[in-house]
């Protein structure tokens, strides 16, 4: 009896003890397994950033309808040179991107130079100095390509931007430019802009103005005025590529200028805006216009997405507008997609766009384009295709 008593009493105490070990084992198995986790788990690859251009093979290279280069020199004949002359009378396209300057903080000077500073050819700038250099790079190539054409930089009211040039107009536009509302900004810049045009096309009569928005890191490397010909029934276009996510750049969007294209563009732009600000708020940094494109397109219920995975041009009506989607792969041509998707660069493309940090390429491209007069366009695409790979330092 004694002993059944003893036992008795000692048993909760084993049991109690044993649950403790268990435990305890169980905590350092799930430690020694994060722990080897850990090591397992490959850290995020770290990209240099390069001062220099650095050059590789040209994607696309031996097919027949794709640029093909030898060095930065082409081989392949383009269909550069379309002139806006198939353009009705009176016709006219005016480029319209949003900028704005921000005030950095004081640059930090090593032996009296900006440790911030970069240099492209032999002029160094500053973190302000590179983004007005990247706009007039952009001025620079509609001029070259586009010389009729007009440009308009909707901005903040108190910047004060050091570009002066004939066909361009600086137009304020009260808003918040912020970096962390700009994409948003932009969206309500032109609104108010298309806004003010349908007020005053009264007064323009029978003369009609096209107009196309784009970021300010595009090189127009063609013409495009052929749009407004080509496709004369659409009120407003967008860029495509195949992406599930963001199938839709907002870097490039096409107004045609009358009237009624102007107010339907006007309204399908205040419904992305709405959109935006009911979804989408915490990208409004970045990529929110873009997924708020997407949403608005995708959510008319006849709408195919699967014409996004296709390279040809379409039209389909949103939101009472007749909507012109074009091809990113001509009208908003990217390095690296152009080396992955978009399998080099066709012969036909139109803009390329210096998206992230490639802002160094559209400089250097610019310097190489104007460095000796034995170089076109199309050579300066080989260098562009080449190079367009790496990410340099801005």
Not at 227 to 248: C, E, G, M, W, Y
Request: glycine residues 6%; aromatic residues 10%; hydrophobic residues 40%.
């Amino acid at each position: 009896m004694l002993g059944k008593s003893i036992c008795s009493g000692w048993r909760p105490f084993l049991v109690l003890c044993l649950s403790f070990f268990i435990v305890f084992l169980h905590i350092m198995s799930v430690l020694e397994l994060r722990q080897h986790s850990a090591e397992e788990v490959p850290q995020r690859k770290q990209y240099k950033k390069f001062d220099h251009l650095v050059f590789g093979p040209a994607a696309g290279e031996g097919l027949s309808d794709r640029l093909q280069c030898e060095g930065n020199k082409a081989l392949t004949k383009t269909y550069f040179g379309a002139s806006s002359k198939n353009l009705k009378a009176g016709s006219n396209i005016a480029i319209v991107t949003v900028f704005a300057t921000y005030n950095t903080a004081v640059d930090q000077q090593t032996n009296g130079k900006s440790i911030d500073s970069v240099t492209v050819g032999n002029i160094s700038y500053n973190k302000v100095e590179r983004s007005i250099a990247v706009l007039n790079v952009f001025v620079n190539f509609i001029q070259e390509t586009m010389p009729q054409s007009n440009i308009i930089i909707l901005t903040n009211p108190s910047s004060k931007l050091p570009v002066e040039r004939d066909r361009l107009t600086i137009l304020p536009i009260q808003g918040d430019y912020s970096r962390e509302m700009l994409m948003l900004q932009r969206i309500r810049s032109y609104i108010v802009f298309l806004e003010t045009r349908a007020a005053e096309h009264s007064k323009w009569k029978s003369q009609v103005s096209h107009y196309i928005f784009t970021d300010s890191d595009i090189a127009v490397v063609d013409d495009l005025g052929q749009i407004f010909s080509d496709h004369p029934d659409f009120h407003v276009a967008l860029t495509f590529r195949n992406n599930k996510v963001q199938p839709l750049n907002s870097g490039f969007i096409a107004v045609r200028g009358t009237p009624e294209g102007i107010l339907r563009a006007k309204s399908f732009l205040e419904e992305v805006l709405k959109v935006y600000t009911s979804k989408f708020m915490k990208a409004s940094r970045m990529l929110g216009d873009q997924l708020a494109l997407a949403w608005v397109v995708k959510s008319h219920s006849s709408f195919d997405v699967r014409r996004f995975s296709r390279k040809q041009a379409f039209m389909d009506q949103i939101s009472g507008a007749s909507v012109l989607f074009l091809p990113c792969s001509i009208y908003n041509w990217t390095p690296p997609e152009g080396a992955g998707q978009f399998h080099g660069m066709p012969l036909d493309v139109k803009v390329v766009h210096f998206k992230g940090s490639r802002k160094r390429l559209m400089l250097e491209s610019w310097n190489f384009l104007k460095s000796t007069s034995s170089s076109d366009i199309a050579d300066m695409l080989c260098l562009i295709l080449r190079s367009g790979r790496t990410k340099y330092d801005f």
